[in-house]
């Protein structure tokens, strides 16, 4: 599904209108892999459970925005570090 959200603003006095375009996606499990990787190589922001679905993390651009959520109290620090090093990011 997908939700227009629309916001404007601005500290100069003039109106800003900005649109941004919201897909929510419950669920990739019944897509293929390309179908996923396609999907958030096309994202400027993830958010995303943690578990296997994480892999697809590999085929956001750069600069994308990843907000991982975790269940309460589960921690691994530096559990991606060395992934990203080993790509060179």
Request: aromatic share 12%.
């Amino acid at each position: 599904r997908s939700v227009q959200a629309s916001s404007r603003g601005g500290g100069d006095g003039l109106q800003h209108f900005m649109r941004v375009d919201v897909n929510v996606v419950a669920d990739l499990g019944g897509w293929t892999f390309l179908e996923q990787a396609t999907w958030v190589s096309a994202q400027m922001l993830v958010v995303m459970p943690h578990g296997a679905g994480s892999v697809n993390y590999l085929f956001a651009r750069p600069c994308t925005a990843i907000l991982e959520v975790y269940p309460f109290g589960y921690y691994l620090p530096g559990e991606y570090l060395n992934l990203a090093r080993a790509v060179g990011e």
